[in-house]
């Protein structure tokens, strides 16, 4: 017999990626933000139409909360922050809050 190596392909594991969580950002309603600010809120912040925020603005209102967006845990926090610093610099008591999506 020769001497013939006998190739054998080689196995490559390749680590597998993890997604990220993703957050929730949830808008709260309350009695005293206007219904017309929410909507400038929603569209600045978070790049909606005209009628997208005008729905997320009278779901808020009828059940006390409404999902705006689904971002990474940073751009959920960062994105609520902002539209909560954007009200308060004009004098209104918006919130929003984030949690995980399950």
């Known amino acids: ?6 190739l054998k392909p080689k196995t490559v594991t390749k680590p ?8 929730k950002v949830i808008l709260i309603n309350d009695d005293y933000t206007p219904r017309e600010w929410v909507v400038q809120v929603l569209k600045a912040v978070f790049r909606t139409s005209e009628d997208q ?7 808020a209102h009828q059940k006390g909360a409404c ?17 909560m610093d954007m009200s308060r ?12 999506e399950e």
């Not at 017999?1 to 006998?6: H, L, Y």
């Not at 925020?53 to 779901?59: L, Q, S």
């Open 16 to 23: 597998k990626t993890e997604q990220p969580k993703l957050y």
């Open 67 to 83: 999902v705006v967006a689904t971002y990474t845990r940073d751009v959920a926090e960062s994105k609520a922050t902002e539209a």
């Open 53 to 59: 925020a005008y729905r997320i603005m009278m779901t």
């Open 1 to 6: 017999m020769s001497d013939i190596d006998v």
């Open 89 to 100: 610099s004009n004098g209104f008591p918006l919130a929003f809050s984030t949690e995980p």
